[in-house]
């Protein structure tokens, strides 16, 4: 059994501008196997909250990535932020 605190390194791989002002935000793994999404409101994100380039997750909070197609562009993409951005970058 993992430990409760144990987090894991994830990055931005994809983020979408959706109705009702909504942003959807996701972080995956490395090797995009797991996945985070945080929803946020564009007004709060105008106002100074940052989307950084990285995020330490809870293990406990991450999702398995249902398909094989998602999980090589999620791959891809945070092996992309993770080469152009240090963690705490805002992007």
């Known amino acids: 059994m993992s430990d409760d605190s144990e987090t894991v390194?994830?990055?931005l791989v994809e983020r979408d501008y959706g109705?009702?002002?909504i942003v959807t935000i996701v972080y995956a793994t490395p090797d995009g196997s797991r996945y985070h999404q945080r929803e946020r409101s564009q007004t709060l994100l105008q106002q100074g909250s940052a989307v950084?380039?990285?995020a330490e997750i809870a293990a406990n909070d991450l999702?398995?990535?249902p398909d094989e197609?998602?999980?090589e562009?999620?791959?891809a993409e945070a092996e992309r932020t993770a080469e152009q951005y240090?963690?705490?970058d805002s992007i």
């Open 9 to 11: 390194q994830c990055w």
């Open 19 to 21: 109705s009702r002002n």
């Open 52 to 54: 950084t380039a990285g």
């Open 63 to 65: 999702e398995a990535v």
């Open 69 to 71: 197609d998602t999980r």
């Open 73 to 75: 562009r999620y791959a």
């Open 86 to 88: 240090d963690p705490d």
